[in-house]
C-alpha cells in the first residue's frame, strides 16, 4: 500500500474533523447535540456497520483466521495494560489522575470512532470484518478494566462486565457472526436502511471528533511534556511493538494491517468522558486525546508504510 493512499485518506479524514471544528467554533454544534451525536454512533451506526462487515461468503478458513485474530487481540490487550502499568509508574507520575489517564490512554486506541473508519476507507468490508475482533475485545476491557481505573469503588466487576456484554456493538458482533456462519441473507428492506446509516459512520464519527479539537490552546498546551510522554507511548511505541507481533504470525496481510491500523490510532475519546465521570480534572486529558489526535495524521500513514516495507 502507497504511502500516498493512507496518507489521502488520513487528510480526508481531518478535513471532516475540521468541519466539526468550525461548527463548533461557531456554535453549529453545542455540547448537548455533540454529546447526542456521540451516542447514534456508537449505538445506531457503529452496530449496523459491524453486522455489514459479516455480510460475507462463509468459509472455515475465515472463521479460523477470525478466531486467531481474536485470540491475538486479547493478548495483546493484556500486554498493553501491564507495559502501560510499568511505564506510567507511582515513582514517574507521582499525580494519581494523570497516571491513570496515562496507563488507560496507553492501552485504548480511539479504534470506534477512528479505526473502523479507516480500515473500511483503506481496506473495505473485508478488512471491517477483521476489525471487529479488535472491537469486541476492546469493548470488553473498555468497560471492566478501563472503567474501574477510574471507577473501582463505584462499580463491582459483574456490574462492568454485564455492562460490556450488552453494548450494542457486542450484540451486533453476535448477531452478525450467526449471519455469517448460517448465510441468512437479510431481506433489502433491511439491509437497504443499515447500508445507509452505515455510510454515516465516517463523516459524522470526523465531525464529532473534530468538534474536540477546540477544546485546546496549541500555543500553551503543545508544551506540557507529561502529554507528550502519553502521546509518544500511544502513537509510536506500541504500535511499532504490535508490528513486530504481527510480522511472526501466520496471517492474511488484510488481517495483520487492519489490526495494526486499529492498534495505531490515537488516544481514546472515552478518557474525557471517564475522567468527567468519576470528577478527574478533564484539562489533561483533553489536551493528550487531541494532540494524539493531531500527531497522527503524520504516525498512522508512517506506521502503514513501514509495515508495507517490512512485508504486510
Known amino acids: 500500500m502507497p504511502l500516498l493512499l493512507p496518507t489521502k485518506q488520513v487528510v480526508i479524514m481531518f478535513i471532516l ?3 466539526g471544528w468550525i461548527c463548533y467554533q461557531v456554535k453549529f ?10 451516542k447514534i454512533l456508537l449505538y445506531v451506526v457503529s452496530p449496523c456497520l459491524i453486522i455489514n462487515s459479516f455480510r460475507q461468503s462463509f468459509s ?3 472463521l479460523i483466521q477470525f478466531s486467531l485474530i481474536f485470540l491475538l487481540v486479547l493478548v495483546l ?14 515513582r514517574i507520575i507521582k499525580d494519581e489522575q494523570k497516571r491513570t489517564i496515562l496507563r488507560y490512554a496507553g492501552t485504548y486506541t480511539n479504534a470506534g470512532f477512528m479505526g ?39 462499580q463491582s466487576f459483574k456490574e462492568s462486565f454485564h455492562q460490556a456484554i450488552v453494548n ?6 453476535i448477531v452478525g457472526m450467526i449471519l455469517f456462519v448460517i ?4 431481506p433489502d428492506i433491511v439491509s437497504d436502511p443499515m447500508n445507509y446509516i452505515a455510510n454515516l459512520n465516517t463523516p459524522l464519527s470526523m465531525i464529532v471528533i473534530g468538534t474536540n479539537l477546540g477544546a485546546i490552546n496549541l500555543k500553551e498546551d503543545w508544551y506540557d511534556k507529561l502529554v507528550w510522554s502519553g502521546v509518544l507511548v500511544r502513537n509510536f511505541f506500541f504500535p511499532l511493538i504490535i508490528l513486530g507481533f504481527l510480522l511472526i504470525l501466520p496471517l492474511p496481510s488484510i488481517a495483520k494491517m487492519t489490526t495494526l491500523i486499529m492498534a495505531a490510532c490515537p488516544v481514546a475519546g472515552v478518557v474525557v468522558l471517564f475522567s468527567l465521570i468519576s470528577n478527574f480534572e478533564v484539562k489533561f486529558p483533553t489536551k493528550l486525546m487531541c494532540l494524539s489526535t493531531l500527531v497522527a495524521i503524520i504516525t498512522i500513514p508512517v506506521i502503514i508504510s513501514f509495515a508495507n516495507l517490512m512485508g504486510i
Do not use: C
Open 29 to 38: 454544534l453545542h455540547e448537548q447535540t455533540v454529546k447526542d451525536l456521540t
Open 77 to 90: 490487550f493484556v500486554f498493553k495494560i501491564i507495559v502501560s502499568s510499568v511505564l506510567f509508574n507511582k
Open 116 to 154: 473502523i473508519p479507516l480500515v473500511q476507507a483503506l481496506l473495505g468490508n473485508n478488512g471491517v470484518f477483521f476489525a471487529v475482533p479488535y472491537l469486541i475485545i476492546y469493548n470488553v476491557f473498555m468497560w471492566t478494566h478501563g472503567i474501574r481505573m477510574f471507577t473501582r469503588k463505584k
Open 168 to 173: 450494542p456493538n457486542i450484540i451486533a458482533a
Open 17 to 19: 474533523m475540521f468541519v
Open 183 to 186: 448465510q441468512i441473507k437479510l
Open 60 to 62: 472455515v478458513t475465515r
